[in-house]
């Protein structure tokens, strides 16, 4: 899914380089990102989380990693 909201158009004479950048991601990726914003912009901004917290986040991160991958090779199996 590629989504552009918006366009910037500018004078000429105003114009210049726009850094963007693009995450392309699985839908459980996507889902990942969604639960994990907030605990990262807490992280981000300063904010302390328990060790707990970050270890149970972690783990449940690598778990989906590897959720992920397992459904990738299960597509690439039954779409030969």
């Known amino acids: 899914r590629l989504s552009l909201p918006w366009r910037l158009d500018l004078p000429a004479n105003r114009r210049t380089d726009i850094r963007v950048e693009v995450q392309v991601m699985t839908m459980l990726q996507e889902a990942w990102d969604k639960k ?3 605990i990262y912009e807490r992280r981000r901004t300063g904010k302390k ?32």
Do not use: G, N
């Not at 590897?66 to 690439?76: G, I, L, P, S, Y």
């Open 36 to 38: 994990d914003h907030p």
């Open 49 to 80: 989380i328990s060790s707990s917290a970050a270890i149970q986040m972690r783990a449940m991160s690598d778990l989906l990693y590897v959720a992920d991958e397992f459904v990738e090779d299960v597509w690439r199996s039954v779409s030969k």
